[in-house]
T-cell receptor
Framework: AQSVAQPEDQVNVAEGNPLTVKCTYS??????LFWYVQYPNRGLQFLLK??????LVKGSYGFEAEFNKSQTSFHLKKPSALVSDSALYFC???????????FGGGTRLMVKP | GAGVSQSPSNKVTEKGKDVELRCDPISGHTALYWYRQSLGQGLEFLIY????????KSGLPSDRFSAERTGGSVSTLTIQRTQQEDSAVYLC?????????????FGPGTRLLVL
């Protein structure tokens, strides 16, 4: 069975500061990792994914994530937060066998001016 | 091009009634997924379709839930004899193919409220 943990329900950051949203995972076999963002009353928007290769993945809107196999983590980062980044962020994992994504519980990011 | 579309955007129904939720995937996408987002359970997988293969129904919570995909495109999720615990946002996603590395693109969801 696969699982994802997002240990922080909410992350508060001042605009212009760097942000990190944490994600750890558990899978048997190779992990395929995804980050999505959800704005109020909207569906999930894809940000980035790790499949193989370079551990640092760059995605939409200036976000990036670092895959760390030894720590089974895939933290989402951005060097300089914007107020418009305030939203709900979901980490998800898929393994070699599964058809579906398994999601973490989500982290609400609040960026204050 | 157009993204995944879902209808209705909101649905209010009475306990015991049946409801149908519709999903139009991105044109050319062969894989289609249904997920449910609720306060208590978070985001959970319901069912998956890939081409003409038998669907993966492993996530359906009860036999009151069923889904079909006609012509390899549009999908309908049906909930019979709705219960209050069925209240949730139902999200549909599609991907170009079925590989584990494929990105799933989500629709805006249908918000279902069972009174």
């Amino acid at each position: 069975a696969q699982s994802v943990a997002q240990p922080e329900d909410q992350v508060n950051v001042a605009e212009g500061n760097p942000l990190t949203v944490k994600c750890t995972y558990s899978v048997s076999g190779n992990p395929y990792l995804f980050w999505y963002v959800q704005y109020p009353n909207r569906g999930l928007q894809f940000l980035l994914k790790y499949i193989t290769g370079d551990n640092l993945v760059k995605g939409s809107y200036g976000f990036e994530a670092e895959f760390n196999k030894s720590q089974t983590s895939f933290h989402l980062k951005k060097p300089s937060a914007l107020v418009s980044d305030s939203a709900l962020y979901f980490c998800a994992v898929r393994d070699d066998q599964g058809n579906m994504l398994t999601f973490g519980g989500g982290t609400r990011l609040m960026v204050k001016p | 091009g157009a993204g995944v579309s879902q209808s209705p955007s909101n649905k209010v129904t009475e306990k015991g009634k049946d409801v149908e939720l519709r999903c139009d995937p991105i044109s050319g996408h062969t894989a289609l997924y249904w997920y449910r987002q609720s306060l208590g359970q978070g985001l959970e997988f319901l069912i998956y379709f890939q081409g003409n293969s038998a669907p993966d129904k492993s996530g359906l919570p009860s036999d009151r839930f069923s889904a079909e995909r006609t012509g390899g495109s549009v999908s309908t999720l049906t909930i019979q004899r709705t219960q209050q615990e069925d209240s949730a946002v139902y999200l549909c996603a599609s991907s170009l193919a079925a590989g584990v590395y494929e990105t799933q693109y989500f629709g805006p969801g249908t918000r279902l409220l069972v009174l």
